[in-house]
């Protein structure tokens, strides 16, 4: 009975997907298996979030770090004690580097970065452009059956926390 709560938890995905839509397949993949709601920065305001008890934050990355967006409405954000996941989509560079400014500041919010997920994907930017980008075909069917391991991994952690929970 106790499993069947991640149903009724209320999870949102905010994420921004801009060039060719590599994150919004990572964020519909992960929310298919979470039943989350997914918005944009722009279509939800920062004292809303405290109404979820799960929320994603996702982007491309840029430079290293998630999108500009995204990271001004976390910074809007209240400090709230929710359960956080992070991830993204990236053209190169290790994930950490790309998820160190949005995980700093999700954990001097108050939040607990439960996991992070992120995989390549097809980037243009700059002088990529000039040899037709790189990563094509990025994200793939692979990383997508990876997200949503991820997202089972993330619901298997909350349903094991909720059971604990039963038992005090």
């Excluded at 994603?56 to 990271?71: E, N, T, V």
Aim: with cysteine; aromatic share 10%; glycine share 8%.
């Amino acid at each position: 009975m106790v499993r069947n709560q991640l149903k009724i938890m209320k999870v949102l995905i905010i994420y921004v997907s801009i060039h060719y839509g590599n994150t919004e397949k990572i964020a519909k993949a992960i929310a298919e298996v979470l039943n989350a709601e997914l918005v944009k920065p722009s279509e939800i305001e920062a004292d809303t979030i405290s109404r979820y008890d799960l929320i994603g934050f996702g982007s491309g990355s840029y430079f290293w770090r998630h999108h500009r967006g995204l990271l001004s409405l976390v910074k809007k954000m209240p400090r709230l004690h929710r359960e956080a996941f992070i991830f993204s989509t990236r053209g190169a560079g290790p994930a950490w580097l790309s998820h160190r400014v949005l995980k700093k500041t999700l954990l001097e919010k108050g939040f607990d970065v439960i996991g992070e997920f992120s995989c390549k994907g097809f980037d243009t930017f700059g002088a990529l452009k000039l040899i037709g980008g790189i990563n094509r075909g990025k994200p793939d069917e692979k990383d997508l059956a990876a997200a949503k391991k991820f997202a089972l991994a993330l619901k298997e952690r909350i349903s094991s926390f909720l059971d604990l929970l039963s038992l005090c």
